[in-house]
């Protein structure tokens, strides 16, 4: 596992002190070249949570993942730059206005110890599909814009719930979280369950998505989607290798590689 070769993945080439300036920036970055993504628990690619096979996939086949994949790898990359980082269980917030089980996601806290103050916390996560693209002040109740939208960090010991403003100016809950530290294999067996469950949002459709400057891109199934400014344009997409070319335009994935 190799930093640079990381950092050259997501086309990183700034500061590496460890402090709040270096962390959004890292930040921004692997969310602009790592997608988020399903592709191998629709085609029942087994995942397991070791950071080489991780690195392997994501670094060197330029791949992307689910949340224990991308928060989890890019928990190591942080801490390799000097940050001190603490894994955190989180849980969904679900169509049945109720929140999942432990483990359900796997979120960052991440202290910087370059800063001024360095005791302060900021929630980090790279691996929830459309939701903050920069770090988030765990300290703060106050909403935190974001560019169109807005987030905020509600108390309700044990949890922290992660609220998002829409484009549209509707609060509605993301997901929540506790701040007992986790290890990384205490992730397994959710992370067994979302990829063989037919329960879990993750075996229902194949999708893939990362953020862009304006928005984001993404497929779903079988439809291409490009939000900009809050604008959501879908188009259809009617053949196989029309995907794989999208795939490879959009994401630099390309399947094949894996086959």
């Not at 080439?13 to 070249?33: C, E, I, K, S, V």
């Not at 765990?138 to 939208?149: E, F, K, S, Y």
Request: hydrophobic share 35%; charged share 25%; glycine share 6%.
């Amino acid at each position: 596992m190799n930093v640079e070769r990381y950092l050259e993945r997501i086309e990183y080439d700034g500061a590496r002190t460890p402090n709040a300036a270096t962390l959004r920036a890292l930040h921004l970055a692997q969310l602009y070249h790592v997608p988020f993504e399903n592709l191998d628990i629709s085609r029942a690619r087994r995942i397991v949570l070791d950071y080489d096979a991780l690195y392997e996939k994501i670094v060197t086949r330029r791949r992307g993942g689910f949340c224990y994949e991308v928060n989890g790898l890019f928990a190591w990359l942080l801490t390799q730059l000097g940050f001190d980082v603490t894994l955190l269980s989180g849980s969904s917030f679900r169509a049945d206005e109720t929140f999942g089980p432990e483990y359900d996601h796997l979120t960052l806290r991440v202290l910087c110890p370059a800063d001024a103050e360095p005791s302060t916390p900021w929630l980090a996560d790279v691996g929830f599909g459309s939701s903050f693209t920069e770090p988030l002040r765990l300290d703060r109740a106050t909403p935190q814009p974001q560019g169109l939208r807005a987030y905020r960090i509600e108390t309700a010991e044990p949890f922290r719930i992660v609220w998002q403003k829409s484009y549209a100016g509707v609060w509605k809950k993301q997901f929540r979280f506790s701040l007992q530290p986790r290890a990384f294999a205490e992730f397994e067996g959710m992370c067994h369950y979302h990829q063989t469950s037919p329960q879990s949002p993750f075996t229902r459709k194949p999708f893939i998505t990362r953020a862009t400057p304006r928005g984001r891109i993404s497929i779903e199934g079988a439809t291409l989607i490009i939000t900009t400014d809050g604008a959501r344009t879908s188009i259809p997409i009617r053949q196989a290798e029309m995907c794989a070319a999208l795939l490879r335009q959009h994401f630099g994935v390309d399947l094949s590689h894996d086959e």
